[in-house]
């Protein structure tokens, strides 16, 4: 399994950027993409999640409204499309992948993970 990520940037506050997650070396829908970010001297926390099989998401409180996350399974990629983004946004964000059906906001729950991608949300 190879999950690669891509889409960080810079952008200002109030700003919008789409993060890109591609998998590949799965041989079924059977699995779930999750969204995490880690801060400078913060620990990893889920963002948003998706199940590939069933389409149920899981959103962390904080981004609720603003994030946006789906997949597009003929490219086998999961999108999280962040809007309205805030310093407190800033993060390296990491896409991960589990089997089975069930989004989990716990990083241990993902066996798989990609390298990640700098988001700076700065004026």
């Known amino acids: 399994v190879q999950l690669q990520a891509s889409g960080g940037g810079l952008v200002q506050p109030g700003g919008s950027l789409r993060l890109s997650c591609a998998a590949s070396g799965f041989s079924s829908d059977n699995y779930v993409i999750g969204w995490f970010r880690q801060a400078p001297g913060k620990e990893r926390e889920a963002v948003s999640c998706i199940s590939v099989y069933d389409h149920s998401t899981y959103h962390a409180d904080s981004v609720k409204g603003r994030f946006t996350i789906s997949r597009d399974n003929a490219k086998n990629t999961v999108f999280l499309q962040m809007n309205s983004l805030k310093p407190e946004d800033t993060a390296v964000y990491y896409c991960?992948?589990?089997?089975?059906?069930?989004?989990?906001?716990?990083?241990?729950?993902?066996?798989?993970w990609g390298q990640g991608t700098q988001v700076t949300v700065s004026s």
């Open positions: 991960a992948a589990r089997r089975g059906w069930g989004v989990s906001p716990r990083p241990y729950d993902y066996a798989y």
